[in-house]
């Protein structure tokens, strides 16, 4: 029966984001019941994509990018896949009117990542468009649920929002991505010479704008989103702040953190803020 495979597909995306992610697990959990499969659809298949490029160091990585960028187009167009995460996600994409720019961005942006590769301010760009600003447009669709004029007042806020999780990610893995990785995401900044308290001052001051920015669209969001989606920016400036308390030097040496304890109620938080209309 087919409606028993598609079940068991956005299963394996629920297992997938509950496993990879608490913190995106519980902010999908205040959002209404008909938004949060779609949005683990989308948390699968971005996640697994990244798998390839960040964590497959063994195998060709090239090569299995590769055949899921094309699986993933085949599933699009036959509207099946038999990889359940791959059918999840292009039940999504057809339900919810998810453009193919945005998934061929994302893709070019994760091959952008198979190469060692220090970022100048274009290719930088780029990439978090790619990266990350076009996941956030992906769950806009989502949520804008078919409203063309809505998504188009919310994207730029969107993109903001994305740029901003995707940049805290890059301060926060700042050691890893450049020793294990071989990356420099951040233009201008030499790791292998100096991270010093200006570089990072400069590094947080564009992520404090793209948080502002993502803010007054947050705002606008449909009532069934805007709780789970306030929940993971709160997280995310959390940690942000948590950062910015911490010296260069620190932040090289220690992965910052959320402690669970501190993400449910960072949760707990939003949905009060909601319900009394405090947003």
């Not at 896949?81 to 961005?105: H, W, Y």
């Amino acid at each position: 029966m087919l409606a028993l495979y598609r079940r068991t597909n956005i299963e394996c995306s629920r297992i997938i984001t509950r496993n990879y992610s608490t913190s995106f697990s519980m902010g999908i959990l205040a959002f209404d019941k008909k938004f949060r499969d779609p949005i683990y659809a989308i948390y699968g298949f971005v996640r697994y994509a990244d798998e390839i490029v960040d964590t497959f160091h063994s195998f060709n990585k090239s090569e299995l990018l590769e055949e899921f960028t094309q699986d993933t187009w085949k599933a699009i167009d036959r509207g099946i896949s038999l990889n359940p995460v791959l059918d999840s996600f292009q039940k999504t994409v057809s339900e919810c009117g998810i453009g193919r720019d945005l998934i061929q961005a994302f893709l070019d942006s994760m091959s952008m990542d198979l190469q060692d590769i220090e970022y100048a301010e274009q290719s930088y760009n780029t990439y978090i468009y790619g990266s990350a600003e076009v996941v956030g447009l992906m769950c806009l669709r989502v949520f804008c649920a078919g409203d063309d004029s809505l998504y188009d007042r919310l994207k730029p806020a969107a993109r903001h929002l994305g740029a901003a999780f995707q940049k805290v990610n890059f301060l926060r893995d700042i050691r890893d991505d450049y020793e294990n990785r071989g990356r420099t995401y951040f233009p201008g900044v030499d790791l292998g010479i100096y991270f010093d308290q200006r570089a990072k001052k400069a590094i947080e001051a564009d992520i404090e704008e793209d948080f502002r920015k993502a803010y007054e669209g947050i705002r606008q969001l449909p009532s069934g989103s805007r709780t789970g989606v306030l929940s993971a920016y709160r997280f995310y400036l959390n940690l942000f702040r948590k950062i910015k308390r911490t010296e260069p030097a620190q932040v090289m040496l220690t992965r910052i953190r959320i402690s669970n304890f501190e993400k449910a109620a960072l949760l707990a938080g939003s949905v009060l803020s909601h319900r009394l209309s405090w947003l």
